[in-house]
């Protein structure tokens, strides 16, 4: 996916994933290696409400691949 259509997918419905998910394309994805570049796309097919639950750490993600980038995007911060 090019970086437009990150950023796009990046701006949702809740400020507080805003905050966390447009910042972490500006500056960290490139950086990131392919794989987790892809994991990063995954995450953003999720709901809202579960990325939120996520990133608050109030339920966990049951899969090992959006442990890792959920944990990347958190220790980008």
Known sequence: MNKNRL??????G?????????PFVENVYDTLHKD???RFEVLLECEDQ????WFMQRE??????????????????
């Open 60 to 77: 966990n993600p049951g899969n090992p691949d959006m442990d890792r980038i959920l944990k990347i995007i958190r220790d980008s911060r």
């Open 7 to 12: 950023l796009c997918a990046s701006r949702r």
């Open 50 to 53: 579960t990325l939120f639950m």
């Open 14 to 22: 809740m400020l507080e994933l805003d905050i966390i998910l447009t």
């Open 36 to 38: 987790d570049q892809l």
